[in-house]
């Protein structure tokens, strides 16, 4: 396997901030020479915690639960505890250098999703409706940063205060009025926007599971394609929802055989939509 760490802001030569984190993990199966050359699609794996903190539950397991499926594994680390565009142009940085290093991790450049949790849901869904932003533009000129599909995973969408989850939306936001309205993502989907599979818990009670209502109705709007699934059971945080992200095999709370189906769910939706391994004859 290539396991690497990359600085993204070294990679573009861009100022890195006091805060500023902006790290890219490879979890890219080695093409054996024992073996057919296979090409692989990505998948950018972005974990929650509020833009407060990284969860390692939503990071590697994730990660490596997909380069099991055959995709070619990467995860972020972007800054946490500051305001728009930093996280988000982080998350461009690494949907930018997975496209321009395909050669090097027989990669399918067309065929790269990002998946997010919670924030890292909200980041997401950002690279899937702000890819042309102003601030994109800027930083990475005319680079393709936008995901060919997205899985929003418990995402935060709304700035809605009914419905949010405040201290994401805050943090992200700065407290700013204006950029509260500018990332309630729901009203930022375009004919444009990357295909989402979105899935949420209906008991989850840190971000209610009408953030993912919101978005599906918006994409439905603009007639995006999309696939959701609400599961009846199940708390905020569940990941892949089997042992590997619970506290030991006893954990009724955080393994929940009926919600660890997304993975296969979003995989055979994603298949659909091309993301498969191809084998060089």
Known sequence: MIHERIDLYAYFHLPRGEKSRGYLNTYVPYNSPEMPEKTRPAMLVVTGGGYQFLSDREKEPVALRFTDLGYASFT?????????????????????????????YC?????????????????????????????????????????????????????????WHEGSIETISGGDPVLKEKLSLEKRVTKDSSPAFLWHTAEDDAVPVNNSLFMASAYAGQKVPFELHIFEKGPHGLSIANIETAWGENDAVLINQEVSAWVKLADRWLKKRGFRVFVAQ
């Open 107 to 163: 990669v399918d450049e067309k065929h790269v999703c990002a998946v997010g949790f919670s924030a890292g849901g909200h980041l997401t869904g950002m690279l899937a409706t702000l890819f042309a932003d102003d601030a994109v533009k800027k930083a990475l000129g005319e680079r393709n940063v936008r995901p060919d599909a997205v899985i929003l995973s418990y995402p935060v969408i709304t700035s809605d205060p009914h419905f």
């Open 76 to 104: 972020l680390e972007y800054s946490l505890d500051v305001a728009f565009p930093v996280p988000f142009l982080e998350g461009c940085m690494a949907m930018a250098y997975i496209r321009e290093n395909a050669k090097k």
